[in-house]
């Protein structure tokens, strides 16, 4: 089979698969010294001051709850309604292998990002399968949250200061960078060798904002990652530009891909997204991550989705706190 098949084969296979992932959302699936604020505090907007808070740090979160409290003592209304409801709605990806992605063998979707989500759900709700996950673009994110129309967001989102500005993050639980994926023949290694070449990044992307910087290179802008892989296998663009740990999943997708060896150009620090009101959420999340970090729940998940390509889990990142 010539290479031209093989890769037209693969992408319009990626390319029926992001218009399935498209059209599925809001499903159920079964099972996956610091300030400190009381358990009960009952202010629905999380106790947050009118005063803009200014940032110097993105990774600087809330404090943590003291502890994760039962769901019986929780009194804040923003919890209390999701409570009440019965289960958790979060943004997630379906097409980041390894973070977020629809399993073609059983259409549930998962990954690191997933197991994260259902750990809050289980905390909060009593199991892990009262998430209830809802597929959203990188763009649709912030403006999601800004509108209540999800809980969260855990979809490899990186914490910005101008981000802080529309919405609140926890804490920091996964740390990327950005990179480079080509074709296989290519020469390039970074960015500024790829001069008068077409390199495809996300709407909405903290990776196509650093891409725009490099002189000469065409920035071309698809919905998802999903989308640059197809352009990318029809040869329409000449490279992809995005966090590493995407970057390995959609080259372990095509055998004709690389990511290169280049160091990363940007620091990455994933957040978990929240209503810029939804503080005391933030806290109760903050603390909830902070257990996980110490008692060897983020080991386990970054070993299930992540070591066989990027290797042993490393060190959770250390929460900053203060905001």
């Not at 999380?46 to 990774?59: D, F």
Request: hydrophobic share 40%; charged share 20%; proline share 6%.
């Amino acid at each position: 089979m010539s290479r031209r098949v093989l890769r037209t084969g693969v992408a319009a296979l990626a390319a029926a698969a992001s218009l399935g992932v498209a059209s599925c959302s809001g499903v159920t699936y079964a099972e996956t010294p610091v300030p400190t604020t009381s358990a009960t505090s009952s202010s629905g907007g999380g106790g947050s001051t009118t005063t803009p808070v200014q940032c110097s740090n993105a990774t600087q979160s809330y404090s943590p709850l003291s502890s994760v409290p039962p769901t019986s003592q929780i009194t804040d209304q923003r919890l209390r309604r999701i409570i009440d409801r019965g289960h958790l709605i979060v943004g997630v990806s379906a097409d980041t292998y390894r973070f977020g992605a629809r399993n073609p063998f059983n259409g549930q979707i998962e990954g690191f990002d997933i197991d994260i989500a259902r750990e809050v759900a289980k905390s909060l709700l009593g199991s892990a399968s009262k998430l209830q996950p809802r597929v959203i673009t990188t763009a649709d994110r912030i403006p999601l949250l800004e509108k209540g129309e999800v809980d969260m967001v855990v979809r490899i989102m990186t914490m910005t200061c101008d981000r802080w500005k529309d919405i609140a993050f926890s804490s920091e639980y996964y740390r990327s960078g950005q990179k480079l994926l080509v074709s296989k023949a290519s020469t390039a290694v970074t960015l500024a060798d790829m001069k008068g070449k077409r390199v495809c990044a996300p709407a909405g992307s903290t990776s196509l904002t650093k891409l725009r910087t490099f002189q000469g290179v065409i920035p071309v802008v698809a919905a998802n990652h999903t989308g640059c892989l197809v352009l990318f296998q029809q040869g329409k663009v000449d490279g992809i530009t995005g966090d590493d740990t995407v970057l390995a999943g959609l080259a372990a997708q095509d055998p004709y891909a690389v990511v290169t060896k280049a160091a990363p150009i940007t620091a990455e620090p994933y957040g978990i997204g929240f209503n810029k009101a939804d503080v005391y959420f933030v806290r109760y999340v903050n603390a909830l991550l902070a257990e996980m970090r110490s008692d060897g729940r983020w080991k386990a998940i970054y070993n299930r989705w992540l070591a066989s390509t990027l290797g042993p889990a490393p060190a959770p990142p250390t929460p900053v706190y203060g905001r």
